[in-house]
């Protein structure tokens, strides 16, 4: 079991900057790659970042591209979504959650696979 709390979010006008973190107790973190993931009111939750066990790896959704910067520190047990340039259209709650893999290089677009999941954190960006 893997627990997971996300943290950081808040109101911010559009431009703006945000840190959410993902703070993670239980079992060992480092087998899981982590993923970040939004839900607008009325939309389908989607993926907006993953990172791989190592940390080397990391993918992100078109849309947030050269804006979101994802990481991770094992030591810590947290993975942190560095979010810049935020837009109103970013408005969400973000969820982080962790995906089992043996692989240390994997990294995981698809929600589907991901095991363990937060509560969520809301992020609001004013125009």
């Known amino acids: 079991q893997v627990q997971l709390v996300e943290s950081g979010g808040g109101l911010v006008q559009a431009g703006g900057s945000l840190r959410l973190s993902c703070a993670a107790s239980g079992r060992t973190f480092s087998n899981y790659a982590v993923g970040w993931f939004r839900q607008a009111p009325g939309k389908e939750r989607e993926f907006v970042a993953t990172?791989?066990?190592?940390?080397?790896?990391?993918d992100y959704v078109d849309s947030v591209k050269g804006r979101f910067t994802i990481s991770r520190d094992n030591g810590k047990n947290t993975v942190s979504l560095q979010m810049s340039s935020l837009k109103p259209e970013d408005t969400a709650l973000y969820y982080c959650a962790a995906y089992p893999t043996t692989s240390i290089e994997k990294v995981a677009t698809d929600l589907n696979g991901y095991v363990y999941w937060g509560q969520g954190t809301q992020v609001t960006v004013s125009s």
């Open positions: 990172i791989s066990r190592s940390g080397t790896n990391t």
